[in-house]
């Protein structure tokens, strides 16, 4: 079945420094890619997505770019804040007839120290 | 726009008792999702609906789950009884679509903590 694989965590970064949060999944077809973020007491929010190979999706200075041939969708930003201290989620949809319903990676905790 | 709503935040119960969680989508969303979250098991897919009919309960853990949605803008999750291994957030989410890049919209959560 599908699935999705990311680094482990905690992670603990400085303030500007350089974040990449590694996920690689594992899927049977051509499946949307997906970045959500959890802040401490709230829900899920959609960070980013890519729909297709060599896509990049991006937002708030985060990017990540739907790699085929490592079929990975690593998050990176050049720069971290304070206030992007969250728990970061990778995620998959596949098939027509599943459409959005997500497989989810573990998360990754980030905490950014000022 | 209100967001996805989920009532109570948070429940403290005794192992046994019934415990109900509520759940507002979107207005207009045609699907809802309920999820689990544990340290143990990361997110998990209970079940989803879409315009008020379940779809795809596999998810659901056992028996003791029950969800329904009674109308569309109304939904709820019933354990019975219920056990401490049930402690965990439970998320509802919301999308319009059930297109394959859909976003879904979710809830701040209800944290469940069976005694």
């Known amino acids: 079945g599908d699935s999705v694989t990311q680094m482990e965590g905690p992670v603990t970064l400085s303030e500007e420094a350089f974040l990449t949060i590694n996920c690689t999944y594992t899927?049977?077809?051509?499946?949307?890619l997906f970045w959500y973020v959890q802040y401490p007491g709230e829900g899920l929010q959609l960070l980013l997505k890519a729909t297709k190979a060599d896509d990049k999706g991006s937002n708030k200075g985060f990017e990540a770019t739907y790699r085929k041939e490592t079929t990975s969708f690593h998050l990176e930003k050049g720069s971290v804040q304070v206030s992007d201290s969250a728990v970061y989620f990778c995620a998959l949809s596949e098939g027509e007839t599943s459409g959005s319903r997500l497989t989810f990676g573990e998360g990754t905790q980030l905490t950014v120290n000022p | 726009d209100a967001g996805v709503i989920q009532s109570p935040r948070h429940e403290v119960t005794e192992m046994g008792q019934e415990v109900t969680l509520r759940c507002k989508p979107i207005s207009g969303h045609d699907y809802l999702f309920w999820y689990r979250q544990t340290m143990m098991r990361g997110l998990e897919l209970l079940i989803y609906?879409?315009?008020?009919?379940?779809?795809?309960d596999s998810g659901m853990p056992e028996d003791r789950f029950s969800a329904k949605m009674p109308n569309a803008s109304f939904s709820t999750l019933k354990i019975q009884p219920s056990e401490p291994r049930d402690s965990a957030v439970y998320f509802c989410?919301?999308?319009?679509?059930?297109?394959?890049?859909?976003?879904?919209?979710f809830g701040p959560g209800t944290r469940l903590t069976v005694l």
């Open positions: 989410a919301s999308s319009q679509e059930l297109a394959l890049a859909d976003t879904q919209y």
């Open positions: 609906f879409n315009n008020n009919v379940p779809i795809d």
């Open positions: 899927a049977t077809g051509y499946p949307s």
